[in-house]
């Protein structure tokens, strides 16, 4: 079904009586790019898990803090998988303040996400978007638009921030994350942000795990374990794998609440 009288971004044949996990994101961060029904999935979640809406903001804060941290670590190249709808802080923003040569791909399985994109990257030759399924990393590594714009031959950061929870342990994260390591060169880095079960709010997450799990985007917990075995034969960079708001904090962010349910970590190709 596709509404009448859709908002010019909305691509066509887009179904929008359905809950959209790159739209709720959207919505909790204070975006327009969302329907009513990403609306009141939102609501629902905050209802079950108050201050959810916080975590998003605290893990788009964390990918801020990591592609600063980047770039001035050397890294010129960004591969930003599962990338969301544009909203303030984006990477190529973030990245090319400091280094106006920096290169960004976004990619995202959501036309929305792409389309918007786009939108907002005309006349930047130096970043591009591209619709991709992180389950398929091959097709995304391999796209012709990303290797238009990006060199292999040289160091490349992955960005994989709150996504891969929403991949199943049938579609093998572990497996998914060394394909999309295994063309990079040394002095690479792959960062991701990952929903973990975080103590006395486990109810909380339960709740809106099971709201997600009766949607096309279920939702997957995972253990600082599992994330420290998906990321095997990379170097895990200080401070580790932390909690999103301990990962190299900014001091004028020192009065938010931390969050435990969200884990961060950077790692470095060998």
């Not at 201050?51 to 001035?72: D, T």
């Not at 994109?117 to 005309?122: G, K, Q, W």
């Not at 342990?169 to 998914?176: C, L, Q, R, S």
Request: proline letters at 9%; hydrophobic letters at 40%.
């Amino acid at each position: 079904m596709v509404v009448a009288d859709q908002p010019d971004w909305v691509p066509e044949g887009l179904d929008v009586t359905v809950p959209n996990a790159a739209r709720v994101y959207d919505c909790a961060l204070g975006g327009y790019h969302n329907f009513g029904v990403d609306r009141e999935f939102k609501d629902l979640a905050e209802k079950a898990w108050p201050g959810i809406s916080q975590l998003a903001y605290a893990n788009r804060a964390f990918l801020g803090r990591v592609v600063q941290w980047l770039v001035e670590s050397g890294i010129r190249q960004f591969l930003d998988i599962g990338s969301g709808i544009p909203t303030l802080g984006n990477v190529h923003e973030v990245a090319q303040e400091i280094a106006p040569e920096s290169r960004v791909v976004y990619v995202d399985i959501d036309p929305v996400a792409v389309s918007h994109s786009r939108a907002i990257l005309t006349g930047n030759p130096y970043a591009d978007a591209i619709q991709g399924d992180l389950r398929r990393p091959e097709e995304i590594l391999y796209h012709p638009q990303v290797l238009e714009l990006l060199d292999f031959s040289q160091p490349v950061a992955v960005l994989m921030i709150a996504v891969l929870h929403f991949i199943s342990d049938d579609a093998d994260p572990p497996g998914i994350v060394t394909k999309i390591a295994e063309p990079l060169v040394s002095g690479s880095y792959l960062a991701l942000s990952h929903g973990t079960q975080a103590g006395r709010m486990s109810g909380e997450q339960e709740e809106v795990r099971q709201l997600y799990n009766r949607t096309p985007t279920p939702f997957f917990v995972r253990s600082p374990e599992q994330l420290a075995d998906a990321l095997a034969g990379l170097d895990i960079v200080e401070p580790g794998i932390v909690a999103i708001t301990d990962w190299h904090p900014d001091p004028e962010e020192a009065g938010e609440p931390r969050q435990p349910a969200a884990l961060g970590v950077v790692a470095r190709k060998p």
